[in-house]
């Protein structure tokens, strides 16, 4: 069923473009004991192209890929990018730049391309090399495979794990893992926009994320797609968290074939459509985190800057105690303010100095008190507080939407009423099916719903504002990574 959706709505590939994918076995030499399988992807414009940008991991040990990446940055064309999965080519034993550089140069060999034309990505374990003879022989079949109709083989072949790919090791492995290809698109300005990306894990970017790769038939200047592509991914990608883990890895790359005229008019509808692709990857993404039952959306409002709100944000959505709480389906206000308050008092910013008693409400009615606030103001002369919790479960394919608001006291108490009323609502948030033996996944290969828990917070020391995406912390987030490779 998911499967039709993306093909009936998103999977079509803008004009000029090829996309290809071709899978293969593989012995590790770190671990001949375990055999594996690797799919590589092949994204190719039906010609070089000068209109492409790209964005990188900012992590201190980036791998070979995202050093040959950040040097095609200055080529005059791109002609292809080359992708694998299974191993991140980070660290590794011997080769690393010069065996990117190597697969790069015998795809531009099959495509009449200059190697450096090429750009590389890889994604899985760190740590072992890339195995370069096996990757060489599967290029013919991956040539063969390229067809310009739909992006969605593409979506599925840079899973790293799940049903829509193999495992590292050739065993059943739970299903819960990159269940399922994440295709985003949009029509605008005539043209079209078209997205995907890989993360399941190891997702808190901070310049792109994990692997993504937009591609859209219109021909906006490189200069201007440069520049778009860094201001939308820091208001999504870069507001994302799973586990607080900066890939190696990162890559988020946007490239046009050129074949439909722009108008630079228009930009700023071009840019609200590349937002809206990044956005929905982002959210994918976060709603196929590894182990994940619950997604978190955390609005911050009243900072002083952006910078200030993000912060905030993902203080909230990284906190460990603040994540099992949510996964324990507990409207845990203490921790939200111990998350809050963390991160401000690192920073010796005055957060909550003269906050008063809070009233709390539902239904936008107060349940007792109203809302007090401080007499002391912070030194912008407004009332330093955290105001508001708001957690609602929405489901957006519906016209219908419950929403629930809690204001919390100094000491963090909620009214009982309320509390059962928002364990009701986060069970109904929930990704997952409880059972008797824990959690019932096998029958999840795509998002069930669109549920989320929200939480609001208005710190009250200026008019800025953020949104930061994050899930919960659950036992099977532990179960994954600690038997990833064992």
């Given at each position: 069923?998911?499967?039709?959706?993306?093909?009936?709505?998103?999977?079509?590939?803008?004009?000029?473009?090829?996309?290809?994918?071709?899978?293969?076995?593989?012995?590790?030499?770190?671990?001949?004991?375990?055999?594996?399988?690797?799919?590589?992807?092949?994204?190719?414009?039906?010609?070089?192209?000068?209109?492409?940008?790209?964005?990188?991991?900012?992590?201190?040990?980036?791998?070979?890929?995202?050093?040959?990446?950040?040097?095609?940055?200055?080529?005059?064309?791109?002609?292809?990018?080359?992708?694998?999965?299974?191993?991140?080519?980070?660290?590794a034993n011997g080769g690393g730049v010069s065996d990117a550089q190597e697969v790069c140069d015998a795809v531009a060999q099959h495509l009449d391309l200059r190697g450096s034309q090429v750009l590389p990505s890889s994604t899985g374990v760190i740590g072992w090399r890339l195995p370069v003879e096996p990757i060489l022989h599967a290029l013919p079949n991956l040539?063969?495979?390229?067809?310009?109709?739909?992006?969605?083989?593409?979506?599925?072949?840079?899973?790293?794990?799940?049903?829509?790919?193999?495992?590292?090791?050739?065993?059943?492995?739970?299903?819960?893992?990159?269940?399922?290809?994440?295709?985003?698109?949009?029509?605008?300005?005539?043209?079209?926009?078209?997205?995907?990306?890989?993360?399941?894990?190891?997702?808190?970017?901070?310049?792109?994320?994990?692997?993504?790769?937009?591609?859209?038939?219109?021909?906006?200047?490189?200069?201007?797609?440069?520049?778009?592509?860094?201001?939308?991914?820091?208001?999504?990608?870069?507001?994302?968290?799973?586990?607080?883990?900066?890939?190696?890895?990162?890559?988020?790359?946007?490239?046009?074939?050129?074949?439909?005229?722009?108008?630079?008019?228009?930009?700023?509808v071009f840019r609200a459509g590349l937002y809206d692709v990044c956005a929905g990857l982002c959210e994918d993404i976060v709603r196929n985190g590894e182990g994940a039952h619950h997604v978190m959306q955390v609005v911050v409002k009243g900072a002083m800057n952006e910078v200030q709100a993000k912060g905030i944000g993902k203080s909230i959505v990284n906190s460990p105690l603040l994540k099992c709480a949510v996964a324990g389906n507990d409207p845990n206000v203490g921790r939200l303010v111990m998350a809050v308050h963390e991160l401000h008092g690192e920073a010796n910013i005055p957060l909550t100095r003269g906050a008063g008693e809070l009233g709390r409400q539902v239904h936008g009615q107060a349940l007792q008190g109203g809302e007090r606030r401080g007499k002391h103001d912070d030194q912008h002369g407004r009332a330093a507080h955290l105001r508001v919790w708001r957690v609602y479960a929405q489901r957006v394919r519906s016209a219908v939407a419950a929403r629930w608001s809690v204001v919390h006291r100094r000491h963090g108490d909620v009214c009982r009423d309320v509390e059962k009323e928002l364990v009701q609502h986060m069970k109904r948030a929930q990704l997952t099916e409880s059972t008797r033996g824990g959690v019932d996944h096998t029958s999840r290969d795509y998002p069930p719903h669109d549920h989320m828990v929200e939480i609001e917070v208005d710190v009250g020391l200026g008019s800025a504002s953020a949104k930061v995406l994050g899930i919960d912390l659950t036992h099977e987030y532990v179960a994954i990574n600690a038997d990833y490779r064992s």
């Open positions: 069923e998911y499967y039709n959706y993306l093909n009936e709505h998103h999977s079509r590939l803008p004009w000029g473009f090829s996309v290809g994918t071709t899978t293969f076995k593989f012995v590790p030499q770190e671990a001949p004991h375990l055999p594996a399988q690797m799919t590589l992807t092949l994204i190719k414009p039906h010609k070089p192209t000068p209109l492409f940008g790209a964005v990188f991991t900012q992590n201190a040990c980036p791998g070979a890929p995202i050093k040959v990446g950040r040097k095609r940055l200055a080529e005059d064309t791109l002609g292809a990018i080359i992708v694998n999965n299974k191993i991140s080519n980070v660290c040539v063969e495979s390229l067809q310009d109709t739909s992006i969605l083989p593409a979506a599925a072949g840079i899973m790293t794990t799940g049903k829509g790919s193999t495992s590292l090791v050739c065993s059943p492995r739970p299903p819960w893992i990159d269940l399922y290809p994440k295709i985003r698109s949009v029509d605008v300005c005539g043209g079209r926009i078209v997205g995907i990306a890989k993360g399941a894990g190891m997702v808190e970017p901070n310049m792109a994320t994990m692997l993504s790769y937009i591609l859209t038939d219109l021909a906006v200047p490189r200069d201007l797609l440069r520049r778009l592509l860094a201001d939308v991914v820091d208001k999504t990608y870069n507001s994302m968290s799973v586990d607080t883990d900066e890939s190696t890895s990162d890559t988020l790359a946007i490239v046009s074939s050129g074949e439909i005229p722009f108008d630079v008019e228009h930009l700023d």
